[in-house]
């Protein structure tokens, strides 16, 4: 599963010549200067990788093949808000869909209809 980045930058860097991590250090040092964090955490096409691991400092590398190759997608690693499954034993059973019908809001439309169907110097008086 992938790790959550609530804020995130997109860097495009497609210089062959320059190697993984001075391109991750580059586009941290941008995250930082715009939105006033270090990034924790940076996505890289798996092509960037070649199989094997990237060293750049605190920042995790990790591979995403949604990603397209020379860009790196940085940001901090959000973790998922825990939601506890309920326990079915002592869970109160749902509504039945009957139920949930009657709570809902009901409005007599005739009124309506019946201007709809006058004549627009009809409606006119009538207001």
Known sequence: MRTLIQVGLLWLDDDPRR??????SQAA?????K???????CYVHPSA???SSVEAGP???????DLLPHHLW???????????APNRATAEPSPAP???RSNRF???ISPMLDSAKMAPKDRAANT
């Open 19 to 24: 190697p993984l991590a001075l391109k991750i």
């Open 29 to 33: 040092q941008r995250y930082a200067a």
């Open 35 to 41: 939105y006033g964090r270090a990034p924790d955490i």
């Open 49 to 51: 990788l070649n199989g």
């Open 59 to 65: 920042i995790r590398v990790l591979p995403a093949a």
């Open 74 to 84: 940085l940001g901090i690693a959000e973790t998922p808000p825990f939601q506890e």
């Open 98 to 100: 009957a139920a949930r």
């Open 106 to 108: 009901s409005m007599n």
